[in-house]
């Protein structure tokens, strides 16, 4: 009985994360008997409490790309600083490749103002109020890993007055 417990436990603790699949393309290698088929899924998994991920899975068919891109994606996991207000603490930038991403925060009630991935890892994050743009690249991937680098440079009040050695 006890182990029924546990493995619903688990189960419930999974579905807490969403997934959602930005890009699924079709990709082709050369080799000597012609050119070989395969699948890259770009995946962005989240449970809208502050945590979110970016995975990339290839293979020879979509469904096999897809569950290796949610395992990439539960490796990745970056955890998102979230105010009161639902939204970033500061003003932040990341890049990745040619992408650069800019996020700002921004007043309740005014959503989600991004676009393609990034808008998408915002909405996973749980953040619910914030401007964001995307510049330099438009390939989905980089500027998903690029909204990740702008997370995990974030850092909330507490943490940047511990870095300062102020104590409040």
Known sequence: MSNRRKSNKLKEKETDWQERVVQIRRVTKVVKGGKKLSFRAILIIGN?????GVGVGKASDVIGAVKKAVSDGKKKIVSVP???DSSIPHIVKGRSGAAKVIMRPSAPGSGVI???SVRTILELAGVKNILAKQLGSNNPLNNARAATDALLKLKTFSQVAQDRGITS
């Open 82 to 84: 979230i105010t009161k």
């Open 48 to 52: 809208e409490k502050g945590e979110v």
């Open 114 to 116: 991004a676009g393609g």
